[in-house]
Structure formats: structure tokens, C-alpha cells
């Protein structure tokens, strides 16, 4: 016979828990976990090396090669994609518009391909600065 006292049961615990977690946004056309480039976490951030960079078209543009956070928020600022095989270049790409898949390990930007190709190439050793990042910016919305 239970008297009113609080469930020990683990499991139970377990479930309340889980009822109020704090899931990520998810993709209602895929059911997949999305995440934006504001709500992503410093932590996580460092995590996205290797991610697939996708075009606006769907196509595999290249994988992340560097990226640049913002100092004092944190949050990601900018994706750097290595293209070419024999001479390695990385490219600036915003990611204001970035859209995270976790599980595909991808990063969809609102950009196509050539655009990317064409962007300010950054030394992936050193960080961007000020004036870089709005001659990235500047290139990217003038495109």
C-alpha cells in the first residue's frame, strides 16, 4: 500500500525526466533533429568538423574545414569549406542561414556551389578578422 510519498522507482524518474526535456528543433518535412546556428552550443560547435557542406541545390559541396565563432556569444559565425585535391583552399561561408542536420552530419547553407567556389579564401591557422569577415559578408550579399 503506497501512503502519498514520492515514486523511488527509477525507471519513473526516468520518464518524468524524459517528458521534460528540451528537444532540438526538428525538420517537419525529414522528422530529422535541425538546429540553427544560434541555438547550437559552443560545446557542439567544435563538433561540426567533417560535416558535409550541402548547396541550396541539395548538392555536396565539400566538407567543413574551419570554423569561426563569434568571441563574446560563441555562436557560429562562419563555416570554412576545403575544396580541391591537390592545392587545398578554404573558403568563408556565413552561416546565418545555416541549417545543422545532425544526424546526416550535414550543414545545408543558402548558397549554391560555384558561389562557395568562388568566395574569399581564408588560412584556416588564424582567426577572421573584422575587416574579413565583412568582405565575406559583403561577397555573399552581393552574389
Not at 526516468?14 to 538546429?35: C, H, L, M, N, S
Amino acid at each position: 500500500m503506497t501512503t502519498g510519498s514520492t515514486t523511488t522507482d527509477p525507471d519513473a524518474r526516468e520518464r518524468d525526466q524524459a517528458k521534460t526535456r528540451i528537444e532540438a528543433p526538428t525538420d517537419a518535412r525529414q522528422g530529422r533533429e535541425v538546429e540553427s546556428p544560434d541555438t547550437t552550443s559552443f560545446a557542439s560547435i567544435w563538433q561540426l568538423f567533417g560535416y558535409a557542406i550541402v548547396d541550396a541545390d541539395g548538392t555536396t559541396a565539400g566538407p567543413v574545414a574551419r570554423v569561426w565563432t563569434d568571441t563574446a556569444s560563441g555562436k557560429l559565425g562562419f563555416i570554412g569549406l576545403r575544396t580541391g585535391r591537390v592545392r587545398r583552399q578554404t573558403h568563408v561561408i556565413p552561416a546565418r542561414d545555416a541549417r545543422i542536420d545532425v544526424q546526416d552530419r550535414s550543414i545545408r547553407v543558402g548558397y549554391l556551389t560555384a558561389t562557395m567556389r568562388n568566395a574569399p579564401r581564408h588560412n584556416t591557422d588564424v582567426t577572421l578578422t573584422a575587416d574579413q569577415a565583412r568582405k565575406v559578408d559583403t561577397y555573399y550579399d552581393n552574389s
